[in-house]
């Protein structure tokens, strides 16, 4: 087995795929300069569209890493002279493509295409003999099917999160819930790092769905999603839990820390005017309310199920006690223990 065999096989099988092309690109920019000698190489990706009168078609080059030119030892006019040469030549069909401009010899290797786009590496060699050209097949369709996998890997996490996304308030969903607290307990494992539950319920909401019908009602929902997500920082997570429930988990946070936080959605949920946007603007104009329960791990809680029973017990003692309200887990203990 000759040195560029060695080097070739070496480079496909230590290659880890991620979903970003990009990867890839460098990556082979790096084998071709260090393994095959060439020039610094340059990496393209280019659209093909069809022309207004529907027949001629033309190519957007765009310089992916912003190399400047001269790094492969070209100039401005030369590279786009041999992207023009490229583009009468059918990369696509011939994979790899060489040509003599000015005393300099040119080549571009084929890597693949993303999804609304296709890659090309462009660089120089000083002697074009030197070039293991019969691996070229061989390093083009590795290239080809990294770059296929790499859109799939990426299609894949996508489909994957929309599973975990509510379709009404584009929040995450109860699926996604269940994961993170499991994390966030995690977390706490490793780090120490507490956090809490709140559980935020819509006072009377029903009423609105059976008067003003679930066009209004899922107008609200999505609201009141913006306005709870206004009152959060980043680091915290919001979800819809369903029906009119939402899920917040504050990182970081004590009871009295997460009180904070619902007192804060309390206020800004009353404050602001929800509806609007319909034919009838008088009608679908309205103030709402939020029943708030709020249970802190581990202060509280010692399991995933147990924190997210208490929040969801207090939030009905909120309602129980007149609703727009927010009520602690731990004022239960202490209810328990003055009995």
């Given at each position: 087995?000759?040195?560029?065999?060695?080097?070739?096989?070496?480079?496909?099988?230590?290659?880890?795929?991620?979903?970003?092309?990009?990867?890839?690109?460098?990556?082979?920019?790096?084998?071709?300069?260090?393994?095959?000698?060439?020039?610094?190489?340059?990496?393209?990706?280019?659209?093909?569209?069809?022309?207004?009168?529907?027949?001629?078609?033309?190519?957007?080059?765009?310089?992916?890493?912003?190399?400047?030119?001269?790094?492969?030892?070209?100039?401005?006019?030369e590279v786009y002279e041999f992207l023009e040469y490229?583009?009468?030549?059918?990369?696509?069909?011939?994979k790899f493509i060489e040509m003599s401009l000015n005393?300099?010899?040119?080549?571009?290797?084929?890597?693949?295409?993303?999804?609304?786009?296709?890659?090309?590496?462009?660089?120089?060699?000083?002697?074009?003999?030197?070039?293991?050209?019969?691996?070229?097949?061989?390093?083009?369709?590795?290239?080809?099917?990294?770059?296929?996998?790499?859109?799939?890997?990426?299609?894949?996490?996508?489909?994957?999160?929309?599973?975990?996304?509510?379709?009404?308030?584009?929040?995450?969903?109860?699926?996604?819930?269940?994961?993170?607290?499991?994390?966030?307990?995690?977390?706490?494992?490793q780090t120490g790092e507490t956090f809490a539950i709140?559980?935020?319920?819509?006072?009377?909401?029903?009423?609105?769905?059976?008067?003003?019908?679930?066009?209004?009602?899922?107008?609200?929902?999505?609201?009141?999603?913006?306005?709870?997500?206004?009152?959060?920082?980043?680091?915290?997570?919001?979800?819809?839990?369903?029906?009119?429930?939402?899920?917040?988990?504050?990182?970081?946070?004590?009871?009295?820390?997460?009180?904070?936080?619902?007192?804060?959605?309390?206020?800004?949920?009353?404050?602001?005017?929800?509806?609007?946007?319909?034919?009838?603007?008088?009608?679908?104009?309205?103030?709402?309310?939020?029943?708030?329960?709020?249970?802190?791990?581990?202060?509280?809680?010692?399991?995933?199920?147990?924190?997210?029973?208490?929040?969801?017990?207090?939030?009905?003692?909120?309602?129980?006690?007149?609703?727009?309200?927010?009520?602690?887990?731990?004022?239960?203990?202490?209810?328990?223990?003055?009995?």
């Amino acid at each position: 087995m000759d040195k560029h065999t060695r080097e070739l096989l070496r480079f496909m099988g230590s290659f880890v795929t991620s979903e970003d092309p990009l990867h890839l690109i460098n990556s082979l920019a790096d084998f071709l300069k260090t393994s095959w000698g060439t020039s610094e190489a340059l990496a393209f990706s280019f659209s093909k569209k069809m022309l207004s009168n529907g027949s001629d078609i033309h190519y957007n080059y765009r310089n992916l890493f912003n190399k400047p030119f001269s790094q492969a030892g070209l100039k401005e006019n030369e590279v786009y002279e041999f992207l023009e040469y490229v583009k009468d030549a059918e990369i696509m069909d011939s994979k790899f493509i060489e040509m003599s401009l000015n005393g300099k010899d040119l080549m571009a290797i084929y890597c693949g295409e993303g999804e609304h786009q296709r890659f090309i590496c462009v660089f120089t060699v000083k002697n074009r003999d030197s070039i293991p050209k019969e691996q070229i097949p061989f390093l083009v369709e590795f290239c080809l099917s990294s770059c296929e996998h790499s859109t799939r890997l990426k299609k894949l996490r996508e489909e994957n999160a929309l599973v975990d996304v509510d379709d009404v308030t584009g929040l995450f969903n109860s699926r996604r819930l269940g994961k993170d607290v499991a994390e966030a307990i995690e977390r706490y494992k490793q780090t120490g790092e507490t956090f809490a539950i709140l559980f935020v319920d819509i006072d009377h909401f029903k009423r609105v769905n059976d008067g003003h019908g679930h066009l209004i009602g899922t107008k609200l929902l999505s609201d009141m999603a913006r306005v709870l997500k206004f009152v959060l920082r980043k680091t915290d997570y919001l979800y819809r839990y369903g029906g009119d429930e939402f899920v917040i988990i504050v990182r970081g946070a004590n009871t009295e820390n997460a009180k904070m936080v619902g007192e804060r959605a309390l206020k800004t949920v009353k404050e602001k005017i929800f509806g609007g946007g319909f034919e009838n603007e008088r009608s679908t104009k309205f103030r709402l309310s939020v029943s708030i329960g709020i249970a802190s791990y581990p202060e509280d809680a010692s399991s995933s199920e147990e924190v997210m029973a208490l929040a969801d017990q207090m939030m009905y003692q909120a309602k129980s006690e007149g609703r727009g309200k927010v009520c602690l887990a731990k004022s239960l203990f202490n209810l328990d223990r003055n009995k």
